[in-house]
């Protein structure tokens, strides 16, 4: 096993036990806590469109830009407390559908980019995923679970890209990889056109 695979699983076994940490050191205490943790832990699961924007940035960072799935929820969450205090961002749903296509764009063509410029890129999109959340927190929610549960799924679900674009390396994987970006850039596509109020 290379080194990769093993700090692939490496964090992916730390990922799965500090998910599984909160409902445990939660479990006692008061509803709107675990509530709060629970609401934002699926809430990322639940929206397709912010699925695979998430799981692109994983897959566009995979083989070598690992500071992208790290840069992308930190951002989200201070995107999310805009969104919580009710600070305006126009066009939020057209953000997260160009981000679906832009991200799945680079994907389907191997595209790299300079470290600043991907991680301004993936940035600016983290914005308004993390808007959406924050305007979406329920109001008995606690602000703080709420956002530590939507950042610990937004990392798994760029392990989950990172994990599987680490298949670029090989033959048929970087075609698989390459396919993927071009699914998720076609999702993306349909998501503004509903934004835009075009699709049926």
Same mark, same amino acid.
Not at 65 to 91: E, H, R, S, Y
């Given at each position: 096993?290379?080194?990769?695979?093993? /700090?692939?699983?490496? +964090?992916?076994?730390? @990922? =799965?036990?500090?998910? #599984?940490?909160?409902?445990?050191? !939660? $479990?006692?205490?008061?509803?709107?806590?675990?509530?709060?943790?629970?609401?934002?832990?699926?809430?990322?699961?639940?929206?397709?469109?912010?699925?695979?924007?998430?799981?692109?940035?994983?897959?566009?960072?995979?083989?070598?830009?690992?500071?992208?799935?790290?840069?992308?929820?930190?951002?989200?969450?201070?995107?999310?407390?805009?969104?919580?205090?009710?600070?305006?961002?126009?066009?939020?749903?057209?953000?997260? /559908?160009?981000?679906? +296509?832009?991200?799945? @764009? =680079?994907?389907?063509? #191997?595209?790299?980019?300079?470290? !600043? $410029?991907?991680?301004?890129?993936?940035?600016?999109?983290?914005?308004?995923?993390?808007?959406?959340?924050?305007?979406?927190?329920?109001?008995?929610?606690?602000?703080?679970?709420?956002?530590?549960?939507?950042?610990?799924?937004?990392?798994?679900?760029?392990?989950?890209?990172?994990?599987?674009?680490?298949?670029?390396?090989?033959?048929?994987?970087?075609?698989?990889?390459?396919?993927?970006?071009?699914?998720?850039?076609?999702?993306?596509?349909?998501?503004?056109?509903?934004? =835009?109020?075009?699709? #049926?």
């Amino acid at each position: 096993m290379n080194d990769r695979a093993q /700090a692939l699983r490496r +964090i992916t076994g730390l @990922v =799965l036990i500090l998910t #599984a940490a909160p409902g445990i050191a !939660w $479990a006692h205490e008061q509803t709107g806590v675990a509530s709060g943790f629970v609401s934002g832990f699926l809430h990322p699961a639940l929206g397709l469109d912010h699925v695979i924007a998430m799981a692109a940035v994983g897959l566009w960072g995979a083989p070598a830009v690992w500071m992208l799935p790290i840069n992308f929820p930190l951002i989200m969450a201070a995107g999310g407390m805009l969104g919580a205090l009710g600070v305006p961002l126009p066009f939020v749903e057209i953000g997260i /559908a160009v981000s679906g +296509i832009a991200l799945g @764009v =680079l994907v389907a063509l #191997a595209t790299r980019a300079p470290l !600043w $410029a991907a991680m301004l890129l993936v940035g600016v999109f983290a914005v308004f995923h993390g808007h959406a959340h924050g305007t979406e927190l329920p109001e008995a929610a606690n602000p703080l679970a709420y956002g530590a549960g939507f950042v610990l799924m937004t990392g798994l679900l760029h392990l989950s890209g990172i994990a599987f674009g680490l298949l670029y390396e090989r033959p048929l994987g970087a075609r698989a990889v390459r396919v993927c970006g071009g699914l998720i850039a076609v999702s993306g596509g349909y998501f503004l056109a509903s934004a =835009l109020g075009l699709a #049926a």
